[in-house]
């Protein structure tokens, strides 16, 4: 199937490993340039840029770039995100805060620089990496739950506001996936104790019986983008296995 992604210029934030990683990999087969980036000095992308976007300004200085080599911007992925295995009860005003620069400021801000360049061209498509946390709130992660929460939000007021100007906007909810987040050594499943059963009892939790893999959540994201999905915009596509079910 042919997603129409040729040549088109497509910016991913924190792709130098997994998820983000994977979707770079597979919009490069589909033969998308790729501008990658993150904190790592090298990233499978076209042209990468390294820099950490809870900074100001970087996620500005990102865009700008991939618009100075390229001449604009048809994509953006806005995966970076993260978070530990944590109590309500002890997060403390900077934590919060800290979650909020990572998991939510990071896509605003790059949104909000792609958009104008998207706008005067009449197309665009964004996809917001969120969560099954943003719909069903984990326990074990409530900022990361609130802030991906947001970014559904955020995803959606994109969305409404832009689909005039020929810009779709989507979010793409993953359960827990084989990455290092969940499988490393200090991944969040070690950090709620034997790292070997805490893996089993989540994928036993998933209607599928496993964690996805991060090319099974990657397909979907560059489904969003590409042209096949040209009718679709201000969607929450859960890719979590039948995790959080939808009412009818």
Request: hydrophobic residues 40%; negative net charge; contains cysteine.
């Amino acid at each position: 199937m042919d997603l129409g992604l040729e040549g088109r210029i497509v910016v991913v934030t924190g792709s130098t490993a997994g998820i983000g990683r994977v979707v770079s990999e597979q919009l490069r087969a589909e033969g998308a340039v790729v501008v990658t980036s993150g904190r790592r000095d090298e990233g499978v992308g076209d042209l990468h840029v390294r820099t950490d976007l809870t900074r100001r300004g970087e996620p500005e200085r990102l865009v700008a770039t991939a618009e100075e080599r390229y001449g604009r911007i048809d994509g953006l992925v806005n995966n970076v995100g993260g978070t530990d295995i944590r109590k309500l009860e002890e997060l403390t005003d900077d934590d919060w805060q800290a979650s909020f620069e990572l998991n939510l400021m990071t896509a605003v801000r790059a949104t909000r620089a792609a958009l104008p360049g998207m706008r005067a061209r009449g197309a665009g498509s964004i996809v917001n990496v969120s969560s099954t946390a943003a719909k069903r709130p984990s326990l074990g992660m409530p900022d990361y739950s609130v802030m991906k929460a947001a970014m559904l939000s955020f995803s959606r007021l994109v969305a409404d506001l832009h689909a005039k100007d020929g810009v779709r906007c989507n979010a793409v909810t993953p359960g827990p996936t084989a990455t290092e987040t969940w499988l490393g050594a200090a991944g969040l499943a070690a950090q709620q104790g034997d790292r070997d059963e805490v893996l089993a009892k989540v994928g036993a939790g998933r209607p599928l019986g496993r964690l996805a893999e991060p090319a099974e959540i990657a397909a979907v994201i560059v489904f969003l983008l590409s042209d096949r999905a040209s009718y679709v915009t201000g969607a929450a596509w859960s890719a979590d296995g039948g995790t959080v079910p939808v009412i009818l």
